[in-house]
């Protein structure tokens, strides 16, 4: 599909703006390609938009003393708005945006964007709800770090991961899981084992099978 014609079906602003601010938004438009845990964003400076044309972005904050912890993820169709700082001047914490698997992106630079979003007000909106719609998913990090127990986040991960990939199992070693969740991987090791104690899971090779989903629910829920 031609680029003006996905972004006349993708931007909702499209039909307002000028012919000379489409041709900008398009020419200073960019096929990206990431490869698996390759950084795409790390807050230094104004990256500009990516929307995510296959393949899945992740998105989480750094503590001081190293541990990432996952805010969201990006999957096709999606658009990565945090990693224009310059464009949305309110959002002044950290983030960070790696290639969680391969990805082919569009990536519009920033001074573009930023500058057709100054002279349209329905552009700028756009940008701000669109950053907005995501901090109900950050504002569900925050609660579950703040009011809950490890294991009960543990199982709400493993539970979305299944809903998400639609299987039974989750493909991700205990360090991938545990950098997800802000925390350590003997950690997660040990609440695993008890996990297939209890029968809720299987630790295989591969990852992780879930063996009583209805038991991994009452954990999480």
């Not at 904050?61 to 990432?68: A, F, P, V, Y």
């Not at 224009?84 to 969680?100: G, H, I, R």
């Not at 349209?120 to 925050?142: C, G, H, P, Q």
């Not at 199982?155 to 070693?173: K, P, W, Y």
Request: hydrophobic residues 40%; contains cysteine; proline residues 2%.
């Amino acid at each position: 599909m031609p680029l003006e014609n996905f972004y006349e079906t993708y931007f909702p602003f499209w039909s307002v703006l000028a012919d000379a601010d489409k041709q900008l938004l398009c020419e200073n438009t960019a096929e990206k390609h990431f490869d698996r845990s390759q950084p795409v964003h790390d807050n230094m400076g104004c990256t500009g938009l990516f929307i995510v044309r296959s393949g899945r972005l992740r998105l989480y904050m750094l503590s001081e003393d190293g541990k990432e912890i996952t805010l969201y993820r990006l999957s096709p169709g999606d658009i990565c708005m945090l990693s224009a700082s310059c464009v949305l001047q309110s959002v002044t914490f950290d983030v960070y945006v790696d290639a969680e698997e391969e990805s082919d992106c569009y990536h519009i630079s920033a001074a573009a964007f930023g500058d057709v979003s100054n002279r349209y007000l329905e552009v700028k909106n756009y940008a701000l709800e669109t950053a907005v719609s995501r901090f109900s998913d950050v504002m569900w990090i925050m609660q579950q770090i703040v009011f809950m127990s490890m294991d009960k986040r543990l199982a709400i991960f493993l539970l979305e991961e299944t809903r998400a990939n639609g299987t039974d199992s989750v493909n991700m070693t205990h360090e991938t899981i545990a950098r997800h969740l802000g925390t350590a991987r003997e950690v997660i090791t040990r609440m695993l084992k008890h996990l297939a104690a209890d029968g809720v899971i299987e630790v295989t090779r591969k990852g992780i099978l879930i063996a009583d989903k209805k038991k991994l629910r009452s954990i999480a829920y």
